[in-house]
């Protein structure tokens, strides 16, 4: 049984290319990502499947785009649409906590800008439908002319992504000793039926360099399943907290992605695999950062508090050893938003991010979210996983 300490003061990188093929690198492979799962939950993945030259159309375009004069993104501004697709001007100080998922304020103001995008999908707008299988749909796009091939680009690596999303999941499944498809039951057969979203991402210098409480994003873990992380430029700023409390950072690597475990996977394994928090600095100027997070996430149909993983008690041994280093309970709880399907509770996370969305598109449902009525100031705040 391998136990990292719990002061660890890197990130490590696995070669996704090492899990292609059967051996004895193969099956290193696995025992490094079973370990990192289940006590840091963040890595560099290198020599992935998405092609080099699609990554590098996407760090191209992400400073074209955000160059674009203010009126064309405007006209791309998520509150316009339905499905919470793109451009989205970040300076809230209101959040919605991704652990607790309560709402309140927060002390630190956020500066950024970032365009959320997806593959096209029906967006389910007719009779019979429950309002929370509403939140997808077709995202909105500037005019090629405008910034020629941006689209297809965007959308391109959006598909290529997603395919590694679900073969990552497959390895995660078999690192901890299931059949590689155990979490397909979390997916939809029909791919085409999920929506995961993307965005790039761009932090400026802070508006006021001597306010040590403006950042770029706060603490915070990600909800969803896995994020696949595109650090679109040499320009550093995430920061991960390892499980001794300590801010490491995660600086840019050429050809790798960082990924990192969400809320999502952490409870499907019953705190097997574990979320870890994060936060993204604010570069400190003149240069700008860029970044391309993946969030994939689990079917809309689908309760979390179903899991029941079957893992061998090797992995059990391994989680309760961590728990115990750390004086946590080895129990797993589930919350009463886990037993609600998941369409449902990400609806409710989105409306409560953006209540002046859900008045505009899901009226009934906002009412049921805030049935005293809308808060005090329903308008752009912040929106981690929109």
């Not at 990292?4 to 070669?15: A, K, R």
């Not at 391994?318 to 399907?341: H, I, N, T």
Request: hydrophobic share 35%; proline share 9%.
């Amino acid at each position: 049984m391998t136990v990292t300490p719990t002061h660890y003061s890197s990130i490590p990188t696995l070669d996704y290319s090492k899990s292609q093929r059967p051996g004895p690198e193969r099956d290193a492979f696995l025992a490094s990502l079973r370990d990192i799962l289940i006590n840091i939950g963040f890595l560099y993945l290198s020599n992935h499947s998405v092609a080099m030259d699609t990554v590098n159309k996407v760090i191209a375009y992400a400073p074209k785009f955000f160059a674009l004069p203010q009126e064309i993104k405007d006209s791309v501004d998520f509150t316009r649409s339905p499905a919470f697709l793109g451009y989205f001007n970040v300076g809230g100080q209101r959040v919605v906590h991704a652990r607790s998922g309560t709402e309140g304020p927060s002390p630190i103001s956020e500066t950024r800008e970032q365009f959320t995008f997806a593959a096209d999908r029906d967006p389910k707008l007719v009779d019979g439908y429950p309002e929370w299988a509403k939140q997808d749909g077709t995202g909105l796009w500037p005019a090629d002319e405008v910034i020629p091939g941006f689209k297809a680009a965007l959308v391109d690596y959006y598909e290529q992504v997603e395919q590694l999303s679900y073969d990552f999941a497959a390895l995660i499944a078999e690192s901890l000793g299931l059949k590689p498809a155990a979490f397909e039951q979390w997916f939809d057969k029909d791919r085409k039926k999920m929506q995961p979203r993307v965005k790039l991402m761009r932090y400026p210098p802070p508006t006021d360099p001597s306010n040590p409480k403006e950042t770029g994003i706060d603490s915070h873990e990600d909800r969803g399943f896995l994020t696949f992380l595109l650090q679109a430029s040499s320009v550093a700023g995430l920061e991960v907290r390892n499980i001794s409390g300590e801010w490491l950072p995660c600086p840019p690597v050429d050809g790798t992605f960082v990924v990192n475990l969400g809320r999502a996977l952490e409870k499907v394994t019953r705190g097997v695999c574990m979320a870890t928090s994060h936060r993204v600095l604010s570069p400190p100027g003149p240069e700008v950062r860029y970044s391309v997070p993946f969030f994939s996430n689990v079917s809309m149909y689908v309760r979390l508090a179903d899991a029941d993983p079957q893992f061998p008690q090797e992995v059990w041994d391994m989680y309760q050893a961590r728990q115990q280093k750390l004086g946590r309970p080895v129990e797993w709880v589930f919350s009463s938003m886990d037993k609600q399907l998941a369409g449902l509770t990400r609806l409710t996370y989105k409306v409560k991010n953006h209540p002046e969305m859900g008045m505009k598109y899901h009226p009934v449902f906002f009412k049921e979210v805030f049935p005293n009525g809308p808060p005090p100031q329903a308008s752009k705040v912040k929106g981690v996983m929109a």
